[in-house]
């Protein structure tokens, strides 16, 4: 069963665009969603997070926003960038259990210059 | 910035041969994990350790997998006797935990390692 569906699996912008990933949940009992940034044999690095009594989440040129009756949530990267070529993962974790997150299947995202 | 450190980057073991795979959380944390990653496919949590016990485990973790923090540095994962399905990136990670606030209100963040590539031929 996977609890968190991850969308698109590959993603090519050109550099200053807008790519959006979006994510969907059923658990209602997730109540913190993290994104992660993982560059080729580097680990996740947390990018930013929300909790979902909030709709948005800006920091810097990235921005979550969060769809609670939709179990919905989307990252956003603002005037994109090459360095910004990474595997982005959506994440979710139930209050109760700390620590277990579910990941998205990740989003290959490519900035050309 | 502390960070969590793996060794080692890259492992090649044989079928039915033991592993283990070693991780220096951060140094004031106190939650570890263990999560995996096939190639190609998504990140996928293993187990989490706290106190000297596991806290949860996932239906992966089974009798073949064991986790240890042998001193007050290192927090190792063995796998007994490995499978070729085993192969996978590997990767440790650790958070701060502040013991007087409630878990349901608890958000630190996951600090992952870069990970060991373990290689079953």
């Known amino acids: 069963q996977q609890q968190v569906k991850q969308s698109p699996q590959s993603l090519i912008v050109q550099k200053g665009g807008i790519p959006i990933i979006n994510c969907a949940y059923e658990n209602t009992a997730f109540d913190y969603f993290p994104w992660y940034q993982q560059f080729p044999g580097k680990g996740p690095a947390l990018l930013i997070a929300i909790r979902p009594d909030v709709s948005e989440k800006k920091e810097g040129r990235f921005t979550i926003s969060f769809n609670k009756s939709a179990k919905q949530f989307s990252l956003h990267i603002m005037d994109s960038q090459p360095g910004d070529s990474a595997t982005y993962f959506c994440?979710?974790?139930?209050?109760?259990?700390?620590?277990?997150?579910?990941f998205g299947r990740g989003t290959q995202l490519t900035v050309w210059p | 910035e502390p960070e969590v450190t793996q060794t080692p980057s890259h492992q090649v073991t044989q079928m039915g041969q033991e592993v283990i795979l070693r991780c220096v959380p951060i140094s004031n944390h106190l939650y570890f994990y263990w999560y995996r990653q096939i190639l190609g496919q998504k990140v996928e949590f293993l187990v989490s350790f706290y106190n000297n016990e596991i806290s949860e485990k996932s239906e992966i973790f089974d009798d073949q997998f064991s986790v240890e923090r042998p001193d007050g540095s290192n927090f190792t994962l063995k796998i007994r006797s490995t499978k070729l399905e085993d192969s996978a990136m590997y990767f440790c990670?650790?958070?701060?935990?502040?013991?007087?606030?409630?878990?349901?209100?608890?958000?630190?963040?996951?600090?992952f390692g870069n990970g060991t590539r373990l290689t079953v031929t």
């Open positions: 994440a979710a974790r139930q209050g109760s259990t700390l620590g277990r997150l579910y």
């Open positions: 990670a650790s958070s701060e935990a502040q013991r007087d606030m409630p878990l349901s209100s608890y958000n630190s963040p996951l600090h």
